[in-house]
């Protein structure tokens, strides 16, 4: 498509950066019905019956007339009980991309590096671009932990890094760095350490204790993946209350509408709820893993809400394009330099039938053209 001179007028006052910059792409959102949607890591289930409720009430009155709470206060309370650390060691956002977009701004300035490992989650980079720093790229080993050159300066610049990002459990792999190997970085490096445990919750350890242990620690938190608040938008980050602080002069002065708020708060207090969830969601996983391998993939051991495979005999695009035809969405994912594979997120157990019952037909057509 021609772009005007009139527009190319306007890209032209766009800061370099941007608009050398393709932007994040989301995962694909279907708005029709008939998907078997197993693409974005969503819970598969309903959220605690207790949020409901409690958006109902945060819409009585004139709540929604006027401004939420900056803090988020109610929030900071319950979830400071349920964690076992203090209101002012937590910090709310709009999601924890939200929250990984303050830390970026607080901590790394313009030609500035930050260091991320590789592959991992996508939107580092993108944070990075908008930032105007470097994204420094740390392949993972084969075994998926990260090398001895992931605490050294930057190779570009010669400068150490401003600051460092790493998603326990990943994403894509949803394998699981141990916490005391992590406090280990955090000592050997110059700059904070990010602990994005987006998926934290159904993994078998997690690092909030370490926060407690060192001020280069800081870990964020997601409500979209285990307490299925996806829509909402709420996450929140971990820290000692002297990294809190600055961390608050950076975000939006109203981060956190009152209806999330609300909801979050109903959500994490409702620990019965989580366990249960968890529980159903690493049945699910195990048994999914277990047939993807009888059908040839290879299938990382997940700490996630999802699995990684591949499979050395078939075209992973050609499996997601597949599927796609099917109305059923999985995530075909290329990371440059390293390869692609598939990521699936665990559904239900019957969305878990529909998928593997695709992938059997898939896979004998194959088998029959050969």
Same mark, same amino acid.
């Given at each position: 498509m021609a772009i005007s001179s009139s527009q190319q007028n306007s890209l032209s006052l766009v800061r370099q950066e941007i608009a050398a910059i393709a932007g994040y792409i989301p995962g694909e959102q279907p708005q029709d019905a008939g998907w078997t949607k197993l693409n974005t890591n969503e819970n598969p289930y309903s959220p605690s019956g207790n949020v409901s409720k409690a958006i109902a009430v945060a819409c009585e009155g004139r709540t929604l007339a006027k401004y939420p709470d900056? *803090? +988020?206060?109610? *929030? /900071?309370k319950q979830a400071a009980d349920v964690l076992g650390v203090r209101p002012d060691m937590i910090l709310c956002g709009n999601g924890s991309d939200d929250l990984l977009t303050i830390l970026v701004r607080c901590y790394v300035g313009v030609g500035?590096?930050?260091r991320v490992p590789t592959p991992s989650y996508i939107l580092y980079q993108t944070l990075a671009d908008i930032q105007g720093v470097l994204c420094d790229k740390v392949a993972f080993t084969d075994e998926w932990l990260l090398p001895e050159s992931f605490t050294a300066p930057n190779a570009s610049t010669g400068e150490p890094v401003r600051l460092v990002v790493v998603p326990n459990p990943n994403s894509p792999s949803g394998t699981l760095l141990a916490p005391e190997h992590l406090l280990d970085l955090a000592e050997q490096l110059p700059c904070p350490l990010v602990v994005d445990e987006a998926y934290g919750d159904f993994s078998e350890s997690n690092c909030l204790e370490l926060v407690e242990k060192s001020d280069r620690i800081i870990v964020t938190r997601s409500m979209s993946k285990s307490y299925a608040l996806a829509g909402i /938008? *709420?996450? *929140? +980050? &971990?820290a000692q209350p002297a990294v809190i602080e600055q961390l608050a002069k950076v975000k939006d002065s109203y981060n956190c509408d009152a209806i999330a708020i609300a909801a979050a708060t +109903? +959500? %994490?207090?409702?620990q019965d709820w989580l366990r249960k969830n968890q529980g159903s969601i690493r049945t699910t996983r195990a048994r999914l893993a277990t047939q993807l391998r009888q059908f040839g993939f290879s299938v990382v051991d997940s700490q996630a809400n999802f699995v990684w495979c591949t499979h050395s005999e078939s075209s992973h695009k050609e499996i997601y394009e597949s599927l796609r035809k099917r109305s059923i969405l999985i995530r075909f994912m290329v990371y440059s330099g390293w390869g692609d594979g598939l990521r %699936? @997120? &665990?559904? @239900?157990?019957?969305?878990?039938? &529909?998928?593997l019952g695709a992938i059997e037909s898939i896979m004998q057509e194959k088998t029959s053209k050969e």
């Open positions: 900056p *803090f +988020a206060n109610q *929030f /900071r500035d590096a930050m /938008r *709420f996450g *929140f +980050a &971990v +109903a +959500a %994490i207090a409702d %699936i @997120t &665990v559904g @239900t157990d019957a969305e878990i039938d &529909v998928l």
